[in-house]
């Protein structure tokens, strides 16, 4: 599929006189569409409450439209011809980076969460820190856990480690919950496989080893900060464990024990001798497994810039590219963590394809900002965009973090803040008007975007109301926990990125 890159369809303003442009000709009405665009985009998402994929399409089409580019260029010709359509060329060219860096990624999160990996984690955790630490504890397991799980699967498993912390401690849930969330929110914000910067970086055409280095470089600062305003407001604020939710927990855990015994009887009968009852995950296993991608895809960066071509560097970069890197974790988990312990091959099979499910809807409103970031590109609103923030005089990685906070707080979704302003900055990253950026440089303003999406989350995001729900935080208390939590999150690592991006060449 060709890239939006390959379009051949130049910035020149006073060329296009459709559209809108007949109204308003060159570089301001290029301005006028993309402010209507952005504001048509909320509009669908806040007021009408339209599913972000289906708003993204129907922002892309009418932003192309209102630029005057023709239905050939929007949508190709029925026959077959050298036409290239400005979506098929966003939506293949994104999805064919990210799909399969998403999809290796949750399986594998999938597996570790059904092992019981994640609670393995955090006694092990528990017990070198101790019960003095344990919201120390609970952090570092989210971190950890959260490098491979997404965000809501972490607090789905991890909520009855927490409920069993605050009940033993007779302390407020918000001391143990708030560093926990904190963990996984810098994770899945800052560091692939998670969807929103491996999304960033396909779009910016970063490589995902520098995404991995910069973020965790940013993302480190970033959450100690965040540890330390969970500390300072958990002491202050009171919530109780929620007794409903951990009694629903410990239901939950007791009925999936009788499943697995139930399963395991049956097996024996059936084969004359079953399986061995699972041991707890060993913490050298779970980090094998979650670090070996991360290892791979870091010595394939470096590979690249330390040695010359060679044989044993295209080795290293074989194994350390993300699609293969991902598959030997998941293999690894597999057998580690499945085939080792007594799982049978279909158990497998049934974990793995039942993580996927949620999957389509993440990859579809990725691919949608794809063609809206390429319809930008092709129509040159991206263009004109950029001109316009160049000539404000801020660096891109500032301008990327305030356009991120700007979507961000007015709809809510992260995901959709990330892949909008990554289409608006593109060409600056790109030369021109913004001057050329290295590949570090640019994996700071994919930093900087990231950083930028998770900004005070409140009552237009999800993630604002499974955090007041699952931890029993009444409204008023999340939004002084937890929306501040992720803005100091936010405002540190972009505080990081914006003081490396000065120093790193």
Known sequence: MPDAAAVSVTYAAERRTGGLLALVPGTAGLLTVAALGIALLLLLIIKARLQPF???????????????????????????????????????????????????????????????????????????????????????????????????????????????????????????????????????AFLPPHPGPVAAAGLLHVDLGLVILMGAAAGVPAVLAAWAYAA??????????PEEMAAAAEEAKRAAAAATTAAAAAQKGSSGSGPAPEQPVALGTLLAVIGTPLLLILLATFSSVVFAPSTGRSVVEFFGHPFVALTIALLLAYWLLGLRRGWSRTSLEAVSTASLKPVGNILLVVGAGGVFGAVLKGSGVAQALADAFAGAGLPVVVLAWLIAVALRVAQGSATVAIVTTAGIVAPLLAGGSGGGHSQAQSALVVVAISAGSVFASHVNDGGFWMVSTYFGIPERETLASWTVLESVLSVAGFAVAAALSAVVP
Do not use: N
């Open 54 to 188: 289906v708003a993204l399409l129907a922002v892309s089409i009418a932003v192309g439209l209102g630029a005057g580019l023709s239905v050939t260029e929007l949508f190709g010709t029925v026959q077959k011809s050298g036409a290239v359509s400005l979506v098929e060329a966003g939506m293949g060219g994104t999805l064919g980076h990210i799909a399969v860096i998403v999809g290796l990624g949750t399986m594998l999160g999938s597996v570790l969460e059904a092992s019981g990996g994640a609670e393995a984690l955090s006694g092990r955790l528990r017990a070198l820190f101790g019960e003095r630490r344990a919201p120390l504890a609970m952090g570092v397991t989210g971190v950890v856990f959260g490098i491979p799980v997404f965000f809501d699967v972490g607090i789905f498993v991890l909520a009855p480690i927490v409920y069993a912390a605050a009940r033993r401690s007779g302390k407020s849930i918000l001391l143990y919950a708030l560093p926990l969330l904190a963990g996984l929110s810098m994770t899945h």
């Open 232 to 241: 300072w407001i958990g002491r202050r604020v009171f919530v109780p464990v």
